[in-house]
């Protein structure tokens, strides 16, 4: 079955401080990649999504993700965080399937 | 109406009894998902439907929940005598259903927020 891990369930930054979210996964197959954010009060969007090409994935407000075929990883990357990043973030892989399969979540915290 | 509606916000309710909660997707958007996310858990598969076809229901816990979708818009998820387990983030999305299930993107609503006494 496939499943999702993100290793760090809390994170506190000072603002400009850099940030790399792990996320894992487990299937052997093509999948397709996503990270979703949830802002305090406010409900989840997307970030970012892979499913083929270039391997390095740009998404909204600077972030960026980096598909790792060999280590079933697909981390999430800013260079410099701000407060207004301070959120949930979530990694999900859908394996060619109808189904979302999501990992339980990353709280970020920015302090200015 | 531009984005995915839910209600209600919030449902508290007693162990044993029945409750619906409604998702108004995106207009338009021919698919619709439920998830559950219960407290320091991922978000939880339940079911998906899209179009005229039939729904996947293989994300369903058990038998006293089921999930009706009415002329392709507004789905409700039913859970009948209610569970204390059953207590979590209700959460419903939609997507255009114009592409790949499996690459579109899901837009989701705000949530209900079930509690159950």
Known sequence: ?112 | GAGVSQSPSNKVTEKGKDVELRCDPISGHTALYWYRQSLGQGLEFLIYFQGNSAPDKSGLPSDRFSAERTGGSVSTLTIQRTQQEDSAVYLCASSSGAGAASTDTQYFGPGTRLTVL
């Open chain 1, 1 to 112: 079955a496939q499943s999702v891990s993100q290793h760090n369930h809390h994170v506190i930054l000072s603002e400009a401080a850099s940030l790399e979210l792990g996320c894992n996964y487990s299937y052997g197959g093509t999948v397709n990649l996503f990270w979703y954010v949830q802002y305090p009060g406010q409900h989840l969007q997307l970030l970012l999504k892979y499913f083929s090409g270039d391997p390095l994935v740009k998404g909204i407000k600077g972030f960026e993700a980096e598909f790792i075929k060999s280590k079933f990883s697909f981390n999430l990357r800013k260079p410099s965080v701000q407060w207004s990043d301070t959120a949930e973030y979530f990694c999900a892989v859908n394996a060619n399937t109808d189904k979302l399969i999501f990992g339980t979540g990353t709280r970020l915290q920015v302090f200015p």
